[in-house]
């Protein structure tokens, strides 16, 4: 089992800034991928970012250029580093992790979510 727990979200106004970190406990050896995914009242979870054991990240073309996702092995922890935020970037922001495909337990696990707002 994995258990993750968000943190670092909040109000911020447009144009701002916030940091989301990401901790896993558990069967932490067993993560592949990491990565956060977002969704707004009325509307389904998207991916916003992922960023696998390799370091090679991806994007949601909405994020690209404003977002950075990285993360920290050895405290198994990801990050998602938020730049000149937008109105249409609030939502629940959910942690999200993809086991080894020989892991034995579920393929995946999500986070709680921390709620992000941008609003002046």
């Known amino acids: 089992q994995v258990q993750l727990v968000e943190s670092g979200g909040g109000l911020v106004q447009p144009g701002g800034s916030l940091r989301l970190s990401c901790a896993a406990s558990?069967?932490?050896?067993?993560?592949?991928?990491m990565g956060w995914y977002r969704q707004a009242p009325g509307k389904q979870r998207e991916l916003v970012a992922t960023i696998p054991r390799s370091g090679s990240t991806n994007y949601a073309d909405s994020v690209k250029g404003r977002f950075t996702i990285s993360r920290n092995n050895a405290k198994n922890t990801v990050y998602l580093q938020m730049n000149n935020l937008k109105p249409e970037d609030t939502a629940v922001y959910y942690c999200?992790?993809?086991?080894?495909?020989?892991?034995?337990?579920?393929?995946?696990?999500w986070g709680q979510g921390t709620q992000v707002t941008v609003s002046s």
């Open positions: 999200k992790v993809d086991m080894y495909y020989d892991w034995k337990g579920d393929s995946h696990y």
């Open positions: 558990g069967s932490t050896f067993s993560i592949y991928t």
